[in-house]
C-alpha cells in the first residue's frame, strides 16, 4: 500500500510557492523525498523522522506531522532547476525496516 | 563524490530470455536495494539486501526474480523468462546503513532501460 501525494501535477511561474503533501494509511517511521528529473535517477532531498520536525534545505523544506501520518514538501521561491517529479518515500512503523515505499509522484513546472 | 553505477544502460531482450542486472553499489554502503519504474509510474521498490541476505521483498519479486552479490563489489537483478511487461527502469540504490535509511538516505544508479520484445 503506497503513500498518497497530491496534487498530481503544479505548473508553477519562476518565483512561485508549491506545496506537495504525501499521506499514509499506516504509521510512519520517516518520510524520505526525492526529486527526479526526466530521464535521471531519483536524487535524495531530505529526510524527516517521527517527532513532527521541520527541515529546511535552501528554499525547500518539509514538515512531518506524525498525528496526521503526512508529510508535506514546501517549495519557496521556485526556480527553473526545480522542476521535475517529487516522490515521497514512506517507512512505516513495525515492518519494513529496509523497505522505502514511494508515492505516486508530483509532476512540478517551473516555467520562466 | 561517490555514486552507484549500474550497467548496462539499456538492455534489449527477447521475451523468455533471462537477463542478468549489475550494480555497483557505494563502496562503505551495507545496504543495497532494487527498484523499478514503468515509464512515466512511480518507483516501484522490489527488493532490498543486507549481509547477503533479501531483507524485505515487494509482491513484485517472485520467483522469476533473484539478487546476489557475487563478490565485494557487485550486485546484481536476474529477471529469468522475461515478460513483455518487465520492460522498465530498473533502479539500484545503497544507502549507509539501515531501516530504510532512517537517518541514512537511499543512493540510486542512473538505471537500465529494458526493454523486452
Known amino acids: 500500500q503506497q503513500p498518497v501525494q497530491s496534487p498530481q501535477a503544479v505548473i508553477l511561474r519562476e518565483g512561485e510557492d508549491a506545496v506537495i503533501n504525501c499521506s499514509s494509511s499506516k504509521a510512519l517511521y520517516s518520510v524520505h523525498w526525492y526529486r527526479q528529473k526526466h530521464g535521471e535517477a531519483p536524487v535524495f532531498l531530505m529526510i524527516?523522522?517521527?517527532?513532527?520536525e521541520q527541515k529546511g534545505h535552501d528554499k525547500i523544506s518539509a514538515s512531518f506531522n506524525e498525528k496526521k501520518q503526512q508529510s508535506s514538501l514546501y517549495l519557496t521561491a521556485s526556480q527553473l532547476s526545480y522542476s521535475g517529479t517529487y516522490f515521497c518515500?514512506?517507512?512505516?512503523?513495525?515492518?519494513?525496516?529496509?523497505?522505502?515505499?514511494f508515492g505516486t509522484g508530483t509532476r512540478l513546472l517551473v516555467s520562466p | 563524490e561517490p555514486e552507484v553505477t549500474q550497467t548496462p544502460s539499456h538492455q534489449v531482450t527477447q521475451m523468455g530470455q533471462e537477463v542478468i542486472l549489475r550494480c555497483v553499489p557505494i563502496s562503505n554502503h551495507l545496504y543495497f536495494y532494487w527498484y523499478r519504474q514503468i515509464l512515466g509510474q512511480k518507483v516501484e521498490f522490489l527488493v532490498s539486501f543486507y549481509n547477503n541476505e533479501i531483507s524485505e521483498k515487494s509482491e513484485i519479486f517472485d520467483d522469476q526474480f533473484s539478487v546476489e552479490r557475487p563478490d565485494g563489489s557487485n550486485f546484481t537483478l536476474k529477471i529469468r523468462s522475461t515478460k513483455l511487461e518487465d520492460s522498465a527502469m530498473y533502479f539500484c540504490a545503497s544507502s549507509e546503513s539501515g531501516r530504510a535509511g532512517g537517518n541514512s538516505p537511499l543512493h540510486f544508479g542512473n538505471g537500465t532501460r529494458l526493454t523486452v520484445t
Open positions: 524527516l523522522l517521527k517527532g513532527g
Open positions: 518515500g514512506t517507512e512505516w512503523m513495525n515492518t519494513g525496516f529496509q523497505k522505502l515505499v
